[in-house]
């Protein structure tokens, strides 16, 4: 059974402070992924990664930079945190051969403040 | 650039009564995937349905089955008997075939079940 875990379901920080959200999974997945959800935007793709140390930008990448230096964990950095950060912000992966299954993992609530 | 769009942000519907959610799409593409997710309160993002779009037969998964028509680029859930659990974001999603599996997500539509 695939799991995605990322290292904290709530996080409170305050502006200007540096943040890592971890993620990590266990099933030798490629291709990895950083979502961030808002109410009434849905969720929008920060960063992805298809092998270690490879990123693209996905739709929202201001702001943020990402890691990944090991294939089973993907960091989401947060270089100097601001109020409009503050948002749920989902991991993913999926294998190559099938990306049209995505795992999810159980989300990180950040407030700053 | 592909767009999903879920123009009902709330739906609320009684225990063992129909529910369904509306998605529609723009794309110029030929080969995507289609998802409806559930995100319940614990915020775990659960696969609910999937849909080739190369496949004229819309997918159905126990309670759950959707209404594909691709020239309208609509793409509608519908929850038959509906149960507490059920409560729930539903979220719908775009993935084309040659992505790296990105992901488009529209806005989510929350469904509250009551008894």
């Known amino acids: 059974d695939v799991k995605v875990t990322q290292s904290s379901r709530y996080l409170v920080k305050r502006t200007g402070e540096k943040v890592f959200l971890e993620c990590v999974q266990d099933?030798?997945?490629?291709?990895m992924f950083w979502y961030r959800q808002d109410p009434g935007l849905g969720l929008r793709l920060i960063y992805f990664?298809?092998?270690?140390?490879?990123?693209e930008k996905g739709d929202i990448p201001e702001g943020y930079s990402v890691s990944r230096e090991k294939k089973e964990r993907f960091s989401l950095i947060l270089e100097s945190t601001s109020t409009n950060q503050t948002s749920m912000y989902l991991c993913?992966?999926?294998?190559?051969?099938?990306?049209?299954?995505?795992?999810f993992g159980p989300g990180t609530r950040l407030t700053v403040l | 650039a592909q767009t999903v769009t879920q123009s009902q942000p709330e739906m609320s519907v009684q225990e063992a009564e129909t529910v369904t959610l509306s998605c529609t799409y723009d794309?110029?593409?030929?080969?995507?995937?289609l998802f409806w997710y559930k995100q319940p309160p614990s915020r775990q993002m659960i696969l609910v349905i999937r849909?080739?779009?190369?496949?004229?037969q819309n997918a159905t998964e126990n309670r759950f089955s959707v209404n594909f028509q691709k020239a309208a680029k609509s793409f509608s859930l519908k929850i038959s008997d509906s149960q507490l659990g059920d409560t729930a974001m539903y979220f719908c999603?775009?993935?084309?075939?040659?992505?790296?599996?990105?992901?488009?997500f529209g806005a989510g539509t929350q469904v509250v079940v009551t008894p």
């Open positions: 794309t110029s593409e030929n080969n995507y995937y």
């Open positions: 099933m030798d997945h490629e291709n």
């Open positions: 849909q080739e779009a190369y496949k004229q």
């Open positions: 999603a775009f993935l084309l075939t040659d992505s790296w599996g990105k992901l488009q």
């Open positions: 993913a992966s999926t294998p190559s051969g099938e990306r049209d299954t995505q795992y």
């Open positions: 990664s298809y092998d270690v140390k490879m990123k």
